[in-house]
């Protein structure tokens, strides 16, 4: 192991640390909500743990502070929360172009101010309008951070450990998610839920700060600036005084200001939260799909018969990511679980999101292993039967299979959900229409995010009031397992092993 990683250095970890900081955000803002809903909405007046201790020692019953709140109703509530879902994937289409043409350290200092501004407009918000407008801004960031930062990290990580160094990206967010659970559970009370989203502001300007010291990418500036004696410098100094990057260097090419293939797939597409993404489409794919490589459009793809299918499948998989209901229980599992697990489901929250964390580490090995396809069953299987047992243990109220459903669901999800739709887009068509592809995957993946963040708190609240009790909306995310398990298994080729993606689909082709 020491061996391998000889060539990573302090600047490097130093670097990676600041840089991670964009995904971090993107997990805080995006589970930031979900502990103090209530006591933001108006539905709960809170005290808080210290209180509560304090009043163990005195006769007199804990009197609650006047709440600090924003009156509103589901939809409203709905809507705040979905924004962030619309800002990403303007950031993240945005993102693309900007970083190709101004830079990645600037990208990232633009993502830091939207980040910033976002920040202080949430904590200080009074008013439904302005929550909107926060979150909208620190959505533009987080859409922004998830295209340029996994592109930044693939060109200062070593090549030999890029894959490891991509992982990077999912497990900030997962800490970010982390982190603003575990704040919400000591501070979802009177008015100290401002601190949470106030704790958006410092990140922020810790980011911005450590930018300052953050190089632009080498490989940027060797083939879009043209100028390789800096880029040279920078890389010699990420690598260490006595590193051989000739290698790297030859890669460039001579500065022809021109992008090269990767990294053009890198920025048509690259909004993705898995693990292996950079790796992925900074490996070589050789296709015969065409014999020229042209690179295709948006439209180009599924106007093509031949690239037609692999669109299908990007697409498909990105809605059952979502809606197979991960982002139910990112952000909204306290309120969902409240009534069932009142004294309880904040915490359980925290260890939802260990697990989260703690299951995307140990599983990313498995595509690998495993392969995509038989991943991505396991995972739609395990999610529908845990939410088919999570509404039975609601609707009956069974509180131990209810905390352990909901383990089981989190921990399914990162099985194959999670990173092998983003591994899978970069797989199923050649290089001349990776970008494209990506591009799909980014907008099929935003807008069932969208539907998810929107929907489920009107349709949950809505089932149930007419049938009565709780968790009715979880046989719907199993009735969706479902279908999606029967749309992998028709739609989805394997691509473990495979050489390219004719060798993907020929073999299809064959064994239908």
């Not at 995010?449 to 909306?473: D, K």
Request: net charge neutral; glycine share 8%; with cysteine.
């Amino acid at each position: 192991m020491a061996s391998a990683f000889h060539s990573v250095t302090l600047y490097l970890v130093v670097l990676l640390a600041v840089v991670t900081l964009g995904p971090l955000q993107f997990g805080f803002h995006l589970a930031e909500l979900n502990a103090p809903e209530d006591v933001i909405t108006c539905r709960k007046t809170s005290i808080s743990a210290v209180k509560r201790a304090i009043s163990f020692f005195k006769s007199d019953p804990p009197v609650a502070a006047p709440t600090d709140c924003i009156p509103m109703g589901r939809p409203a509530f709905a809507a705040i929360s979905a924004i962030f879902t619309v800002g990403g994937l303007l950031g993240a289409l945005a993102a693309g172009p900007f970083t190709s043409s101004r830079g990645r350290r600037r990208s990232m200092q633009a993502t830091a101010v939207f980040y910033l501004v976002g920040s202080i407009v949430e904590t200080i918000a009074a008013s439904v309008p302005l929550m909107i407008l926060g979150r909208f801004l620190t959505g533009i960031g987080a859409g922004a951070s998830t295209v340029i930062v996994p592109l930044y990290i693939s060109e200062v990580a070593p090549p030999a450990q890029r894959g490891f160094f991509g992982a990077f990206t999912q497990i900030s967010i997962n800490v970010g998610i982390l982190f603003t659970q575990s704040l919400g559970y000591f501070l979802s009370h009177d008015s100290a839920w401002r601190w949470i989203l106030g704790s958006g502001v410092i990140i922020a300007i810790i980011q911005a700060a450590g930018l300052l010291v953050v190089p632009e990418s080498p490989a940027w500036t060797a083939s879009v600036r043209g100028d390789m004696v800096r880029a040279r410098r920078v890389l010699q100094r990420i690598r260490g005084k006595h590193a051989n990057i000739d290698n790297e260097v030859d890669a460039w090419g001579e500065g022809d200001g021109k992008l090269t293939n990767e990294e053009e797939s890198l920025l048509a597409g690259e909004a993705s939260t898995s693990l292996e993404t950079s790796a992925t489409l900074l490996s070589p794919q050789v296709s015969a799909s065409r014999p020229d490589k042209t690179t295709l459009g948006f439209v180009q793809v599924v106007r093509d018969p031949l690239y037609r299918p692999a669109i299908i499948a990007v697409v498909g998989i990105m809605f059952a990511q979502q809606l197979c209901g991960i982002n139910s229980m990112i952000m909204y599992s306290v309120s969902l679980l409240r009534d069932l697990l009142p004294t309880s489901s904040a915490l359980l929250t925290i260890i939802i999101s260990v697990i989260n964390l703690g299951t995307t580490i140990a599983a990313s090995p498995l595509p690998d292993k495993l392969g995509r396809k038989t991943c991505l069953l396991v995972s739609i299987t395990g999610q529908g039967t845990s939410s088919l047992a999570l509404a039975l243990s609601i609707v009956f109220e069974l509180k131990i299979m209810s905390a352990i459903a909901v383990l089981l669901f989190v921990a399914f999800f990162a099985v194959g959900l999670g990173p092998v739709p983003f591994i899978m887009a970069s797989e199923l068509v050649g290089p001349e229409a990776v970008g494209a592809t990506q591009s799909w995957a980014l907008g099929a993946s935003y807008i069932a995010t969208f539907l998810v963040a929107y929907l489920f708190p009107i349709v949950n609240e809505a089932l149930n009031s007419a049938l009565g009790g709780a968790g009715w909306v979880y046989f719907i995310f199993a009735g969706f397992a479902v279908l999606w398990a029967g749309f992998v298994t028709r739609n989805v080729p394997e691509t473990k092993g495979k050489r390219d993606a004719d060798e993907v689909w020929g073999r299809m082709r064959r064994t239908d």
